[in-house]
């Protein structure tokens, strides 16, 4: 199961970003290129575990929208895009995103009150970025249903179900200097 997922991740190179070693892979990076039969083995594996009787898939920029996108086409469920600049929009929502390696704002339009929403993304490491966007989504009255995270490296979801949050991941890794691997 998740075969080309799991050996493409075997392969990812390592790049340095301060103390974090950042693993580089198609579904995390879009880099080198990112194959139609990965991101459909992955979207088929989310469809077949996710809740998707939600009014909305929503995603964060950047690496969320690839799989967003295969989903919407796969679903017909239309998409919103957390976004990493304000358009300055009524009812716009700003948050504060915080990882391993950056700092910066996100910036939510047009989810409101009673949307049953659910929330892909590529890759979570520390948690903060998504704790902070479901807080949000919850502070607007939106219902999420499910998050699905394909890559999970680090602490954070550990961290985040103590905290009462649910994430599920389709993989969990170990990154170090020498690359990838997978935990079982
Ligand atoms: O669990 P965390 O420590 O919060 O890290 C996870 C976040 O990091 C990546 O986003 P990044 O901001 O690097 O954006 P990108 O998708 O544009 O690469 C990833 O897409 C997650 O949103
Ligand atoms: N591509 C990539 N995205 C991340 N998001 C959080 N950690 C990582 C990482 O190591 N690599």
Redesign the pocket.
């Known amino acids: 199961m998740l075969e080309k997922l799991h050996d493409s991740l075997l392969k990812a190179p390592i790049v340095h970003r301060g103390e974090y070693h950042y693993f580089i892979h198609p579904i995390?990076?879009g880099v080198p290129f990112l194959e139609p039969e990965l991101l459909d083995e992955i979207t088929e594996h989310i469809m077949e575990i996710a809740d998707t009787d939600v009014d909305r898939i929503v995603a964060?920029?950047?690496?969320?929208i690839p799989l967003a996108t295969a989903l919407s086409l796969k679903t017909g469920i239309p998409f919103s895009i957390i976004r990493?600049r304000p358009y300055e929009l009524d009812g716009e929502v700003i948050l504060s995103?915080?990882?391993?390696?950056?700092k910066?704002e996100l910036f939510i339009n047009a989810i409101k009150k009673g949307d049953r929403v659910l929330i892909v993304?590529?890759?979570?490491?520390?948690?903060?970025?998504?704790m902070a966007l479901i807080s949000a989504l919850k502070e607007i009255g939106a219902e999420v249903s499910d998050t699905i995270v394909v890559i999970e490296r680090?602490e954070?979801v550990a961290g985040m179900r103590e905290l009462g949050f649910d994430v599920r991941t389709l993989v969990r890794i170990n990154v170090d200097e020498n690359g990838v691997s997978i935990e079982e």
């Open positions: 995390s990076d964060i920029e950047a690496m969320g990493k995103q915080k990882t391993g390696y950056s910066g993304d590529d890759v979570i490491s520390t948690g903060g970025t998504l680090g954070g």
